[in-house]
């Protein structure tokens, strides 16, 4: 196994493979000149869910915050492009381009991004790429709704283009998932994993940790599952990927207007931050080292935060994981079950 480089390049060490230092080394390791930063740029591309409109369910996840539901259909191809001018235009304030060598990535965030006709997802998807300094695009979507014609455009884009696509599982126990009102569950991302790495598209898998009636073994079961190999039946041979790309691992957000906010209002996912830094270490020490991490922590804003209330500290939560992994002296995938022997990591 290729060993795992941890960058220390912001002159911290990190001990989890973090996606922001895993770009700077692919980009290296592509000989092309490295951007400084590679920006997401969170795009509402006007779609819906069909957890929302009644095609799957109605109401959507307990935990899905309710604003903006299907309001937005119509939403035009212009407004992506004015979106993503808009947000670039702040940011080169924030990071100019004499000073700064700044490229981005479209994050087509918001509901379920491949939930539209596919003629419709192309001119969304194509304008996003067209925007200045736009190099690759990340899809965010439900395992249920990536039917043959939009894995077809998927894989014609990842031939292009830097591509990721981000699937909502948030727990491979279906008990939890119908308690939340899902409308998915593991069957659905198994074959959702299977179609699009065997195509060659990079997977994030997003979990939330503290879900109600999941005990903290059920959780770990949840990374492990989703962090073992993937067989992927269509093109055994290929070179598909083995494992997920990515993982997004965080805490459960209880916010206002949500389905858990008037289920379960007094619902508190963590007693303490000290709870749920030392579950997600846990976690971590079970991923492989290749896996890279998109967010380890929630980001709720604070207006609409119920529980648990010290979730929207995100730069504490984050320097108290770093610091806890030194004093441990642990890092991501120490107890990683891998095929190709023990897990060699190397810092920098
Ligand atoms: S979390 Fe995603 S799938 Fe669930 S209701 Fe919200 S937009 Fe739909």
Redesign the pocket.
């Known amino acids: 196994m290729k060993p795992i480089i941890f960058d220390t390049s912001d002159g911290q060490q990190l001990r989890i493979n973090m996606i922001s230092p895993w770009f700077r080394r692919h980009y290296a390791e592509l000989g092309l000149d490295s951007p400084a930063k590679i920006v997401k740029l969170s795009l509402d591309g006007g779609f819906t ?4 409109d009644g095609s799957k369910g109605t109401g ?2 307990l ?2 915050s309710e604003s903006g539901s299907g309001d937005m259909a119509s939403y035009a191809v212009s407004d992506i492009t004015e979106a993503l001018d808009g947000q670039i235009r702040l940011l080169s304030d924030k990071w100019p381009s004499d000073k700064y060598h700044v490229k981005y990535l479209a994050y087509f965030q ?3 991004n491949t939930y539209a006709p596919v003629d419709e997802l192309r001119a969304k998807f194509e304008a996003a790429l067209e925007a200045p300094d736009v190099v690759g695009i990340a899809i965010a979507t ?1 395992p249920d709704c990536i039917p043959d014609d939009v894995l077809d455009l998927l894989s014609e884009l990842n031939k292009r283009t830097f591509l990721w696509v981000e699937l ?1 599982l948030q727990t491979i126990h279906d008990s939890t998932a119908e308690a939340m009102n ?1 409308c998915h569950g593991r069957a659905d991302y198994d074959d959702a994993v299977r179609r699009l790495t065997s195509r060659g598209i990079r997977v994030v898998t997003h979990l939330i940790l503290g879900l109600p009636g999941e005990s903290r073994e059920m959780m770990l079961e949840s990374v492990r599952y989703t962090c073992s190999s993937i067989s992927t039946s269509i093109d055994p041979d290929s070179s598909s990927p083995r494992r997920i790309f990515g993982l997004k691992l965080h805490m459960l957000n209880v916010v206002r207007g949500s389905g858990m906010a008037a289920a379960m209002p007094d619902y508190v996912p963590f007693d303490s931050m000290e709870e749920y830094i030392d579950l997600l270490i846990t976690a971590l020490e079970l991923v492989p080292p290749e896996i890279t991490l998109h967010r380890i922590s929630g980001d709720a804003p604070r207006a609409t935060l119920i529980a648990p209330e010290w979730s929207y500290k995100k730069r504490t939560i984050l320097n108290n994981i770093h610091k806890e992994m030194r004093r441990r002296d642990t890092w991501q995938g120490r107890f990683a079950e891998t095929s190709d022997g023990p897990v060699k990591s190397v810092f920098y």
């Open positions: 869910c069909p957890n929302r959507g996840c935990f899905c918001s509901y379920t439900r909502g899902l």
